[in-house]
């Protein structure tokens, strides 16, 4: 009788050390979630650019003679200066033309009004913008504030006597300064969108220098000491460690086949786009290439969306048989490269249909931002990894025995 209380005991203290240290493992996963919030991004990109740049940094350090740290000093000076630094300084550029732009649009609407911010448009834009202008409230304040100001002499001394009378007999240089005051208010709108703009560009630029800095670091890190990373990870898994091992690999072919990929389709839809381009005589010629490469890695826009824009503004400007050219070219040879491009890149590594693979990447962009393209498919693939050792373990009820 003894032993069976002591056994019932023991039992009960088994259970609430067990029950214990899953609300320790609770705690220590929020802690470190919180720890790695502010750079999640960051360190999964390093994770990725890890996973992808391992062969190349075992190469190099087999070059140098075993010196693996030198190695990934070199892989990662390489990757900055190849894509960090010139994506620094295209967002950086991008940046600063886009508040040089509302700035000078700012300028043009206090000295000459909307209609002269309109008149600097191409004609065939014109139509449109004034349709734009009378729907928009804000704008629509600001070319009342014009038209009040082309008034004759006659009317506005008819208006400064009116506003007189009501209030009581006011002087003429308290009524100028009322008028006065609510022509800055009709543009105060304006000028706060304005400075708004130029905060959150100036936060974000901030923001990329911190991001890109953690990432050069984790990715240093990553590739001297991804292997006895991988290596802990298999031993700290309560699975065995032959499963453990299958599900890295499989994650690092869906990592390896959805980065180079969707790289090299971006900049082959990227070059077909460009070809049209020129053909067609496209101005602005590296920021539109620019602006299609980043759409390039969107699955909801896609470069194509870009050369279609292009081609309506071209006919928008008067040149319609161009135009139509672009507008085809977007919707043939860019649009439908993405369809053969993908699959076969991915060279049979990627088990995933095309049409799972878009929805993963669209919802993994909606989620986790650039990132998401890759984190999506990592996400989904991860999911059937687990279904799949569930299924050769046997079912859920032989698993939990």
Same mark, same amino acid.
């Given at each position: 009788?003894?032993?069976?209380?002591?056994?019932?005991?023991?039992?009960?203290?088994?259970?609430?050390?067990?029950?214990?240290?899953?609300?320790?493992?609770?705690?220590?996963?929020?802690?470190?979630?919180?720890?790695?919030?502010?750079?999640?991004? *960051? #360190?999964?990109?390093?994770?990725?650019? =890890?996973?992808?740049? $391992?062969?190349? /940094? +075992? !190469? &190099?350090?087999?070059?140098?003679?075993?010196?693996?740290?030198?190695?990934?000093?070199?892989?990662?000076?390489?990757?900055?200066?190849?894509?960090?630094?010139?994506?620094?300084?295209?967002?950086?550029?991008?940046?600063?033309?886009?508040?040089?732009?509302?700035?000078?649009?700012?300028?043009?609407?206090?000295?000459?009004?909307?209609?002269?911010?309109?008149?600097?448009?191409?004609?065939?834009?014109? *139509? #449109?913008?004034?349709?734009?202008?009378? =729907?928009?409230?804000? $704008?629509?304040? /600001? +070319? !009342? &504030?014009?038209?009040?100001?082309?008034?004759?002499?006659?009317?506005?001394?008819?208006?400064?006597?009116?506003?007189?009378?009501?209030?009581?007999?006011?002087?003429?240089?308290?009524?100028?300064?009322?008028?006065?005051?609510?022509?800055?208010?009709?543009?105060?709108?304006?000028?706060?969108?304005?400075?708004?703009?130029?905060?959150?560009?100036?936060?974000?630029?901030?923001?990329?220098?911190?991001?890109?800095?953690?990432?050069?670091?984790?990715?240093?890190?990553?590739? $001297?000491?991804?292997?006895?990373?991988?290596?802990?990870?298999?031993?700290?898994?309560?699975?065995?460690?032959?499963?453990?091992?299958?599900?890295?690999?499989?994650?690092?072919?869906?990592?390896?086949?959805?980065?180079?990929?969707?790289?090299?389709?971006?900049?082959?839809?990227?070059?077909?786009?460009?070809?049209?381009?020129?053909?067609?005589?496209?101005?602005?010629?590296?920021?539109?290439?620019?602006?299609?490469?980043?759409?390039?890695?969107?699955?909801?826009?896609?470069?194509?969306?870009?050369?279609?824009?292009?081609?309506?503004?071209?006919?928008?400007?008067?040149?319609?048989?161009?135009?139509?050219?672009?507008?085809?070219?977007?919707?043939?040879?860019?649009?439908?490269?993405?369809?053969?491009?993908?699959?076969?890149?991915?060279?049979?590594?990627?088990?995933?249909?095309?049409?799972?693979?878009?929805?993963?990447?669209?919802?993994?962009?909606?989620?986790?931002?650039?990132?998401?393209?890759?984190?999506?498919?990592?996400?989904?693939?991860?999911?059937?990894?687990?279904?799949?050792?569930?299924?050769?373990?046997?079912?859920?009820?032989?698993?939990?025995?």
């Amino acid at each position: 009788m003894t032993s069976v209380t002591s056994n019932s005991d023991s039992n009960r203290s088994a259970k609430a050390g067990r029950r214990f240290l899953l609300v320790l493992l609770f705690a220590s996963t929020l802690l470190v979630a919180l720890v790695i919030k502010p750079f999640v991004g *960051a #360190l999964f990109a390093a994770a990725v650019f =890890a996973t992808v740049l $391992v062969p190349a /940094a +075992k !190469r &190099t350090s087999a070059a140098l003679g075993n010196r693996p740290r030198v190695a990934a000093a070199a892989v990662v000076l390489a990757l900055t200066l190849v894509a960090f630094v010139p994506l620094a300084y295209v967002c950086y550029v991008g940046s600063q033309q886009v508040v040089s732009v509302v700035g000078t649009a700012v300028e043009r609407v206090k000295t000459d009004g909307i209609d002269g911010l309109i008149a600097d448009l191409p004609e065939g834009m014109q *139509a #449109l913008a004034r349709r734009l202008s009378q =729907a928009l409230p804000m $704008v629509a304040s /600001a +070319k !009342r &504030t014009d038209s009040s100001e082309e008034l004759t002499d006659a009317a506005r001394a008819t208006n400064r006597e009116q506003k007189q009378e009501a209030s009581g007999g006011a002087t003429e240089g308290e009524t100028l300064q009322q008028e006065s005051a609510a022509n800055e208010v009709d543009f105060a709108a304006v000028i706060g969108t304005t400075a708004k703009i130029t905060k959150d560009v100036g936060a974000w630029l901030f923001s990329l220098a911190i991001d890109l800095g953690v990432l050069v670091v984790a990715l240093f890190f990553m590739l $001297v000491q991804g292997k006895d990373l991988v290596s802990w990870i298999v031993e700290a898994s309560p699975l065995p460690n032959k499963q453990t091992s299958d599900f890295v690999s499989e994650l690092k072919d869906v990592t390896v086949a959805v980065f180079t990929s969707t790289i090299l389709t971006a900049f082959i839809q990227t070059a077909i786009a460009v070809l049209g381009y020129v053909v067609a005589g496209t101005p602005m010629l590296l920021m539109v290439t620019l602006l299609t490469l980043v759409a390039a890695f969107i699955p909801a826009v896609g470069a194509a969306s870009v050369v279609i824009i292009i081609g309506a503004m071209t006919i928008a400007s008067g040149s319609m048989a161009w135009g139509i050219a672009l507008i085809a070219w977007g919707f043939l040879p860019v649009a439908l490269s993405d369809n053969f491009l993908k699959p076969m890149l991915a060279q049979g590594r990627l088990r995933l249909p095309n049409a799972v693979l878009f929805f993963a990447m669209l919802g993994g962009l909606a989620l986790m931002g650039p990132m998401g393209v890759i984190g999506g498919p990592l996400a989904v693939s991860f999911f059937l990894v687990v279904v799949r050792a569930l299924k050769e373990r046997g079912s859920p009820r032989a698993v939990s025995t």
